[in-house]
C-alpha cells in the first residue's frame, strides 16, 4: 500500500508561483510513473502532468506545457509540481497519484492517490 501527501498548496496571485510537493511512502517509489491531476468545482479530474521513473520522460497537458514543470527526486521519494505565471483557471485542488503500469493521463489507471492540496488564484 502507498500513501501520499500533498503540499504546498495556497493562495496566490495571477501570475505568481507555487511549488507543490509529493510525499510517497510504503511502497517501491523507484518503480512507480508519478502523476499530477487538478479537480476544479463541479468539473472532472484533469490530468496535468506526468513524470517517468527515471524522471528522464515528462508530459504535460496543453493548457500547462511551458508554464508547469513536473520533477522528481528519487532519493526523497517525492515528486513536485512547479507552477508558475498561474492563472485564474488553475484553480483547483491538486493531486499526486502513483501509476504502475497503464496511460499516463488517463486518471482511471492510477493505482494511488492523495488527498489533495487546494491551489486558488486570483485575479
Known amino acids: 500500500q502507498v500513501q501520499l501527501v500533498e503540499s504546498g498548496g495556497g493562495l496566490v496571485q495571477a501570475g505568481g508561483s507555487l511549488r507543490l510537493s509529493c510525499a510517497a511512502s510504503g511502497g517501491t517509489f523507484t518503480s512507480y510513473r508519478m502523476g499530477w491531476f487538478r479537480q476544479a468545482p463541479g468539473k472532472e479530474r484533469e490530468f496535468v502532468a506526468a513524470?517517468?521513473?527515471?524522471?528522464?520522460?515528462?508530459y504535460y497537458a496543453d493548457s500547462v506545457k511551458g508554464r508547469f514543470t513536473i520533477s522528481r527526486d528519487n532519493a526523497k521519494n517525492a515528486a513536485y509540481l512547479q507552477m508558475n505565471s498561474l492563472k485564474p483557471e488553475d484553480t483547483a485542488v491538486y493531486y499526486c497519484a502513483v501509476l504502475r503500469s497503464g496511460t499516463y493521463y488517463q486518471k482511471y489507471e492510477y493505482d494511488y492517490w492523495g488527498q489533495g492540496t487546494q491551489v486558488t488564484v486570483s485575479s
Open positions: 513524470i517517468s521513473v527515471s524522471g528522464s520522460s515528462t
